[in-house]
């Protein structure tokens, strides 16, 4: 809802209950540039290869996501730790509806004290009931709080202190969230019973709320399309780290 479902969780409700067609009904608006595998043992100069077409060209700024489970919030640590600003845009759906946010006016407005909690702050389980069956009701509270959640990316990329930034998004396919505001598209994915497991092992999520989550996201072939670097989280966490590193060295290292 808004920003950040399926991942984020930011209005802490079941976003399970969430159709496909509700969240996926804005169409892709990327083109499709270059797919890559990094896999650990490979280095082939074409996995290099970024939107600016040159191999080791940086990119100042990537938009990266990645299903449920399948290990973004771990690469977005680690390209922090290797010297990226790393803006947690999921984090910024949950700023904008605080009241001192940009959305939060406007949602008390549109929706009504209803949606407020005794201390004035949003009830958020009781502005997703709003929504969920409700796609025009949807459609205003993304209408209101895209707009918010993107003045916030735009402040937050303006004063980053680093040359590359990555925002780290969890609906970058789903929504027009941070649209312009990014150079190349990096995603992570992993095999389905790969993030069952971690999902279970990690945040002790039974698998039918993990299958439900994931369900209401895009899928690999729909974050494929978008992508121009790839990379497969199917071995450990070491490994995972690795093929970071190595993307960072070949491609966004300033």
């Not at 209005?11 to 499709?32: H, M, N, P, S, Y």
């Not at 969890?170 to 790969?194: H, M």
């Not at 071995?235 to 993307?247: C, N």
Request: charged share 30%; proline share 4%.
């Amino acid at each position: 809802l808004g920003n950040g479902w399926e991942e984020a969780d930011h209005f802490d409700v079941a976003d399970e209950q969430l159709t496909r067609k509700t969240l996926c009904g804005l169409v892709l608006r990327i083109q499709l540039i270059a797919v890559v595998e990094n896999r650990a043992g490979t280095d082939d100069e074409d996995d290099r290869i970024g939107a600016g077409g040159e191999a080791g060209e940086r990119c100042d700024k990537a938009g990266l996501t990645g299903g449920i489970g399948a290990g973004k919030s771990t690469e977005a640590a680690e390209l922090g730790r290797l010297g990226a600003t790393v803006v947690d845009c999921d984090g910024l759906g949950r700023v904008v509806v605080e009241p001192d946010g940009r959305a939060y006016g406007p949602l008390v407005e549109r929706f009504g004290p209803e949606v407020l909690n005794p201390d004035g702050t949003i009830d958020r389980p009781e502005l997703a009931s709003r929504v969920f069956a409700d796609p025009d009701a949807l459609a205003d509270l993304n209408a209101i709080t895209h707009p918010a959640i993107d003045q916030e990316i735009s402040r937050a990329i303006a004063s980053a202190a680093t040359p590359v930034v990555v925002l780290d998004m969890a609906v970058l396919v789903e929504s027009d969230l941070g649209a312009g505001q990014y150079d190349e598209v990096l995603v992570v994915e992993a095999p389905v019973e790969r993030r069952l497991e971690r999902l279970a092992r990690d945040r002790r999520m039974p698998e039918d709320q993990a299958r439900a989550r994931m369900a209401n996201q895009a899928d690999d072939t729909e974050r494929r399309r978008v992508a121009d670097h790839v990379i497969v989280n199917d071995g450990t966490t070491a490994d995972l780290l690795a093929e970071v590193r190595r993307y960072w060295a070949g491609s966004a290292a300033p």
